[in-house]
C-alpha cells in the first residue's frame, strides 16, 4: 500500500483525466493511503493477543490479501480510464466490481474475527483494553457502511439497464461539486463521510489513549494532569471518548442517509450536535473527579511483615 500510494501520488502529478468529477488517480491514492493506517492499527492489536495469535495471524493475512486484490482491481480500473465501484457497464466492468464486493466481504469478515478475538483477550490494562475493543467494533460498523452504498438510486432503478449501480452520494449524482482533497458531496448526503470516520476509529481512540498516557506519565511536574496518573480516571475519559466518537459516527451516517451536506446541517443534526457535546463535557468533567478524598489511589504494596510474624505465617495470611 506504501508504494501503491507513491505510484498513484505520480499519476496525481502526471495524469489529468478526470473520473466522476475528481483526479483519476485519487481513489487509489487515498485508499492506499487509509489502507496503511488501517493495517498498522490491526498489526498493533493482534500484538496484544496472549491468546489466540495463531487466529489473529491468519484473519490478519486474510485483510491484507482481501486488501490487496481490492488495489489490484481499482488501479486496474484506473489504468483502463473507468470507474470501478459500480460500474456494470460491460460484463468485464460487472465482473470486477462482484470481485470488489467479494473481497470487501472478506475483509470484513477478517476484521470480525479480529475484533472477537479481542473482546476475549486479557489485556493488563483496563483502559487499553476497552479503547481496542470499542475502537474495532466502531471501525466495523464503519466499514459496514459500504455495504449501503451498492443500493441502486431512484434514477438507476427507473432505467432499464443502467451502466452505474449504486452511489456514495445520497440525493445527488455522483460527481457533482465536492470538497477539496476528500471528494466528500457539497450539495447533498455522502456516505463516505461516516464510512471514513467511522473505520478510522482504529487510529484516533488508541491515539486519545495514548496521549492521555502521555500526559498522565508528565504528571508530577504538571499538577494540572495528576489526576490523570489514576487508571481508573484514564478508564472513564477512554470509555466518554469512545462513547462520543460512536454518537458522531451515527449522526453523521443519519445526516447522510437523509441527502445532507457534511457543512450543511439543518437544525435536527445540530441538535444532536450539541447534544453529543453538552454530554461528552458533562462525562469528561465526571471522569476527572477524585475517585478519593486524597486524590489517586496509589498502586497498593504489600504490608511489610512484622516481627512476631513468620514467613510461614504471612504466606498462610
Not at 30 to 35: C, D, E, P, T, Y
Not at 57 to 85: F, K, Y
Not at 191 to 199: D, I
Request: proline fraction near 7%; aromatic fraction near 6%; glycine fraction near 8%.
Amino acid at each position: 500500500m506504501g508504494a501503491l500510494a507513491l505510484v498513484s501520488a505520480v499519476g496525481l502529478a502526471v495524469d489529468d483525466r478526470i473520473l466522476v468529477g475528481a483526479p483519476i488517480w485519487a481513489k487509489p491514492f487515498k485508499f492506499s493511503v487509509s489502507f496503511v493506517a488501517y493495517a498498522l492499527s490491526l498489526a498493533w492489536m493482534l500484538s496484544l493477543l496472549p491468546r489466540g495469535r495463531r487466529t489473529g495471524w491468519w484473519a490478519g493475512t486474510v485483510v491484507a490479501v482481501a486488501s490487496a486484490v481490492e488495489m489490484v482491481l481499482i488501479t486496474l480500473q484506473v489504468v483502463r480510464g473507468t470507474q470501478s465501484h459500480f460500474n456494470q457497464a460491460t460484463p468485464f466492468d460487472n465482473a470486477v466490481f462482484q470481485i470488489m464486493g467479494g473481497t470487501v466481504v472478506v475483509l470484513w469478515l477478517g476484521a470480525l474475527v479480529i475484533a472477537l478475538l479481542l473482546l476475549r483477550a486479557r489485556i493488563l490494562d483496563r483502559a487499553t483494553a476497552r479503547v481496542v475493543r470499542l475502537s474495532s467494533l466502531i471501525a466495523l460498523a464503519g466499514a459496514a457502511v459500504g455495504f449501503l452504498m451498492v443500493r441502486p438510486t431512484p434514477e438507476q432503478l427507473a432505467s432499464d439497464d443502467p451502466p452505474i449501480v449504486g452511489a456514495h452520494s445520497v440525493g445527488v449524482p455522483d460527481g457533482g461539486p465536492s470538497m477539496p482533497v476528500t471528494g466528500w458531496a457539497t450539495t447533498g448526503g455522502d456516505l463516505r463521510v461516516a464510512h471514513f470516520f467511522g473505520m478510522h476509529a482504529l487510529q484516533l481512540l488508541p491515539l486519545v489513549l495514548l496521549a492521555l498516557t502521555a500526559l498522565a506519565a508528565r504528571s508530577p511536574r504538571l499538577t494540572r494532569f495528576a489526576r490523570l496518573a489514576d487508571e481508573r480516571v484514564r478508564l472513564r475519559l477512554a470509555l466518554t471518548a469512545s462513547a462520543v466518537y460512536a454518537a458522531v459516527f451515527v449522526l453523521l451516517t443519519w445526516q447522510a442517509l437523509r441527502g445532507q451536506a457534511l457543512l450543511a446541517p439543518d437544525g435536527a443534526t445540530l441538535a444532536g450536535a450539541g447534544a453529543i457535546a453538552l454530554l461528552g463535557a458533562a462525562a469528561t468533567a465526571l471522569s476527572l473527579r477524585r475517585t478519593s478524598p486524597g486524590g489517586p489511589s496509589p498502586s497498593p504494596t504489600p504490608p511489610s511483615p512484622t516481627p512476631s510474624t513468620t514467613p510461614t505465617e504471612e504466606f498462610s495470611a
